[in-house]
């Protein structure tokens, strides 16, 4: 509502539509291949004089390993963590090997043969394997020449292996609730990463604490630091809704001190269910670590790059990009960005990095791009800043959102783009690395989704006496003129009233306000507002994320009248400018078009006539101004799903939204807004047969958690 710059009808054509299509027979699922082996560690048997053995795995083709010269030689690599071996690429020097086995292991000390040949040919080898192990070995018998063997490259293609453990906490810096606490030992301590600070339960049998991991992941490990005040019976249980629960882990034996447990199982919250003490007091722990498995998606892999110290080639910093340096590509803000200078940056190559505090091992990139986006970039990483090894490269960039599955180590990760998608720069909106170990800053948890069924949590039935306001502890007023080219002048609630029946009116009078400046009436030409209505928000009352928002309404017909029922994001009453701060409109419907309604949303990327939304119409093509109909906008973590009297109107999935349009900003609070607009861009002038008083009825509204 905030933001109509002339939106058409037209604007269906570029909405986002999410349409039934028939099923097709599905291909059997296949993990993604990656290149595992780039910038790992490595080691050989021999060396011959500067050739090393890391030169094999540095994606450099102009540097190559050698041997002594000798026949029984080999060469190792450690992935860092366990994975699925499908290929191995070899890129020989003249002195090949003709005889040669591959061999994996997952200590570097028991070894299995996946592939062996008395044939080698030289040259480029691609060796297709079946296997698993965290090493993999070249292991050479028969030179092919008097001198030893070279590679140029040694390449190890997969996938992560999903049953591998990994070693972040996925639970720290997460939602938490608890049974109980005792004093200031907050829930929350028991997940902070500080050793020094814990949870303490009541002096009760039966306790809890629980986690929100935010997503579904598959859970392998816990690691239990209790205070002396232990639990010697306990089980981990762990839950899709919070709600069901299944047990993965009991005993009766609880030992205390620092436990490390294993577990197998899946779910979105974990909790531990204390049942018997150990001393006379509650339970107490310094930490509960989550562990989850590895894997191609975001399973063990922890955000790396929150918060951290970041570099780039050049930033921009005007009036079309305030501050955009490189920060904001780390701060897991959706609506802000980093941009090259619009000075000196609309140039390749250029660049941006990030500093992880610490070597870590590398799993996923994720780049959400602004249009300004790269056409060819490498994904690098170093260990000091300086030296770059490519862990990923391409020249046919897709720009929006890429997540790419890479594999590497390193303290240092940085984009590096050499081929500009337009004649502007290079802008990130996002830049996230995720993998094990670095030093990296706790994100704030995400939101929780709504519970399953959901409860209501707020609602504004408006119910009481004829003539009375809306409720102060629910609504506060909104007055001052409108935006979008708006003829009337909202009112301190004198338009805003009940009716006695269980209903609020909002009521667009025609009705001077001489000194409240106005755009000029298309009738008269006065800049004195000609109308006065009401618009009331939850801004100061009621803020929420997610949930299902709904509201039974009757809208006016006339031309000119613009009736609304929308959420806006409350960082905007902080003074973030629109767009950045979201706005999801639930309801809109112009007075001289009553057949027709719309449900949008806006961000930096899609607003104005470019948001994304559907208009969509009654049964039969009814009148909305016939009767009461009643909306409701479902948003969760996956996105919105608008309705209307009990059927599904309008689709929002963010994936998609994110592949197609742009940054999915909506995951944070919001407030609701009704109002009734009188003129503007969008819905164009009163007539004569505009009725005044128009009026706007609501019945109620309801938030769903």
Not at 122 to 151: C, D, E
Not at 202 to 221: K, M, P, S, Y
Not at 626 to 651: C, E, N, P, Q
Request: hydrophobic share 35%; glycine share 12%.
């Amino acid at each position: 509502m905030l933001r109509r710059l002339g939106l058409l009808v037209a604007v269906a054509a570029t909405l986002l539509t999410f349409t039934a299509v028939p099923a097709t027979p599905a291909a059997p699922a296949r993990a993604a291949e990656v290149l595992l082996s780039q910038g790992k560690s490595v080691t050989a048997s021999s060396t011959e004089g500067a050739f090393a053995a890391r030169n094999a795995v540095d994606a450099d083709p102009g540097t190559r390993w050698s041997s002594g010269f000798a026949d029984a030689q080999w060469l190792q690599v450690d992935l860092g963590a366990p994975a699925t071996i499908s290929r191995i690429s070899l890129d020989w020097e003249a002195a090949y090997a003709k005889a040669f086995r591959i061999e994996v292991s997952d200590d570097a000390t028991t070894w299995t043969t996946v592939h062996e040949t008395t044939q080698g040919t030289g040259g480029s080898q691609s060796v297709s394997v079946s296997g698993s192990g965290r090493f993999v070995r070249l292991y050479a018998t028969r030179r092919a020449t008097a001198y030893g063997y070279s590679l140029w490259e040694f390449q190890v293609h997969g996938s992560p292996r999903a049953d591998a453990c990994g070693s972040a906490d996925a639970a720290r810096g997460t939602s938490v609730t608890a049974s109980s606490t005792e004093g200031a030992f907050a829930a929350r301590n028991a997940v902070d990463g500080d050793p020094g600070t814990r949870w303490s339960s009541g002096f009760a049998e039966d306790q809890w604490l629980q986690v929100d991991l935010g997503t579904r992941q598959q859970i392998c490990g816990l690691t239990l630091d209790w205070e002396a005040a232990y639990a010697k019976a306990f089980r981990i249980e762990v839950s899709d809704d919070a709600t069901t629960w299944t047990t993965v882990h009991e005993t009766t034996q609880g030992t205390g001190g620092s436990q490390g447990v294993s577990v197998s199982g899946s779910g979105r919250f974990v909790r531990l269910y204390a049942t018997r003490r150990a001393t006379a007091y509650g339970y107490s722990l310094w930490t509960f670590a989550v562990r989850t498995t590895t894997g191609g998606g975001s399973g063990g892999d922890t955000l790396l790059s929150y918060g951290r110290p970041g570099a780039a080639s050049s930033s921009q910093s005007d009036q079309n990009c305030w501050e955009c340096t490189p920060a904001r590509a780390f701060d897991r803000d959706p609506a802000s960005r980093w941009a090259t200078s619009s000075t000196t940056g609309w140039t390749d190559p250029a660049w941006i990095s990030v500093d992880l505090g610490a070597t870590a091992q590398i799993s996923k990139v994720v780049l959400q791009w602004d249009p300004a986006y790269a056409r060819s970039f490498q994904i690098q990483v170093s260990s000091d800043g300086t030296a770059w090894t490519p862990i990923y490269s391409t020249t046919t960039g897709t720009g929006l959102k890429q997540t790419l599955q890479v594999s590497g180590t390193g303290r240092h990760v940085r984009m590096y783009g050499t081929e500009r998608a337009t004649a502007y720069g290079y802008s990130l909106w996002d830049f996230q690395v995720y993998g094990t170990g670095g030093a990296p800053n706790p994100a704030p948890p995400l939101p929780s989704d709504p519970a399953q069924p959901p409860r209501l949590v707020w609602s504004d039935e408006f119910d009481g006496a004829a003539g009375g306001k809306p409720d102060p502890a629910r609504w506060k007023a909104d007055p001052g003129t409108g935006q979008n080219g708006e003829l009337q002048y909202y009112t301190d609630h004198d338009n805003a009233a009940l009716d006695g029946a269980g209903h609020l009116v909002m009521e667009a009078r025609k009705q001077a306000t001489p000194g409240k400046g106005c755009p000029p009436d298309p009738l008269t030409g006065s800049t004195t507002c000609q109308y006065t209505s009401a618009r009331m928000n939850t801004g100061s009352t009621f803020q929420f994320t997610y949930g299902r928002v709904e509201a039974r309404i009757k809208v006016p017909k006339g031309n000119g009248l613009w009736p609304a029922f929308w959420m806006m994001g409350a960082d905007f009453l902080t003074g973030r400018p629109w767009p950045y701060n979201g706005e999801i409109d639930i309801m809109e419907i112009l007075g001289k078009d009553v057949k027709t309604a719309y449900s949008t949303v806006h961000a930096p990327a899609y607003n104005g006539g470019g948001g994304i939304g559907s208009p969509y119409t009654l049964p039969q093509g009814a009148d909305f101004s016939d009767d009461f109909h009643t909306w409701t906008a479902d948003w969760t973590s996956k996105g919105i799903v608008y309705g209307l009297d009990g059927r599904t109107v309008f689709t929002l999935d963010k994936e998609q939204v994110e592949t197609e349009r742009g940054p999915w900003i909506f995951d944070h609070p919001h407030y609701m807004i009704l109002n009734l607009a009188v003129g503007g861009d969008w819905p164009g002038p009163t007539d004569a047969t505009t009725p005044f008083p128009a009026k706007l009825l609501v019945d109620y509204v309801r938030v769903y958690q």
